[in-house]
T-cell receptor, first 111, second 111 residues
Framework: KAGVTQTPRYLIKTRGQQVTLSCSPI?????VSWYQQTPGQGLQFLFE???????NKGNFPGRFSGRQFSNSRSEMNVSTLELGDSALYLC??????????FGPGTRLTVT | KQEVTQIPAALSVPEGENLVLNCSFT??????LQWFRQDPGKGLTSLLL?????REQTSGRLNASLDKSSGRSTLYIAASQPGDSATYLC??????????FGKGTRLHILP
């Protein structure tokens, strides 16, 4: 089975722009979770989608949003980018939200 | 609110030694605890997952234990090798499926 894929792998944006990241889960997995990883804060949970519905949400501002499509692929959008949004964004898929399998991540740099 | 702590933040060990990585969590009402490995700039690789009803899991040279009453988990690595050098993260999943990560232990195996 193919693993979790994330595109793009690297991205450079300027402050104020918006960005969309994509995640394709393992075939058959219906849950996709998104995480932000920074050196200072570590891995922080953003949100989880299950069958196209947001099921859980972390403590991030409304600039961070996501969605899931009927084929379980998920996108994450960040609007009005700030320098502090520079991070590795990881997505993880699972059958039910339990054991999670992570993708390679998207490295976002905001200048 | 669940908090997950990993101490030490970094560890250097000569090749061939056995070692133990520690993880503590504040809320014992967890669904499972998972150990991950992360290589620099990469995503997370799942190593072991322990369900709340289990006490330990083993895979090759790795053994993870879980003591919910004391809020602790350990990852034991036998006969360490330079290829074991990486950051090891533990993550506690609660009954609402939220996953809280520790900040990790950076392990360096000295050849």
């Amino acid at each position: 089975k193919a693993g979790v894929t994330q595109t793009p792998r690297y991205l450079i944006k300027t402050r104020g722009q918006q960005v969309t990241l994509s995640c394709s889960p393992i075939s058959g997995h219906r849950s996709v979770s998104w995480y932000q990883q920074t050196p200072g804060q570590g891995l922080q949970f953003l949100f989880e989608y299950f069958s196209e519905t947001q099921r859980n949400k972390g403590n991030f501002p409304g600039r961070f949003s996501g969605r899931q499509f009927s084929n379980s692929r998920s996108e994450m959008n960040v609007s009005t980018l700030e320098l502090g949004d520079s991070a590795l964004y990881l997505c993880a898929s699972s059958l039910s939200g339990r054991e999670q399998y992570f993708g390679p991540g998207t490295r976002l740099t905001v200048t | 609110k669940q908090e997950v702590t990993q101490i030490p933040a970094a560890l250097s060990v000569p090749e061939g030694e056995n070692l133990v990585l520690n993880c503590s969590f504040t809320d014992s009402a967890i669904y499972n605890l998972q150990w991950f490995r992360q290589d620099p700039g990469k995503g997370l690789t799942s190593l072991l997952l322990i369900q709340s009803s289990q006490r330990e899991q083993t895979s090759g040279r790795l053994n993870a234990s879980l003591d919910k009453s004391s809020g602790r988990s350990t990852l034991y690595i036998a006969a360490s090798q330079p290829g074991d050098s990486a950051t090891y993260l533990c993550a506690a999943q609660d009954r609402d499926d939220k996953i809280i990560f520790g900040k990790g232990t950076r392990l360096h195996i000295l050849p």
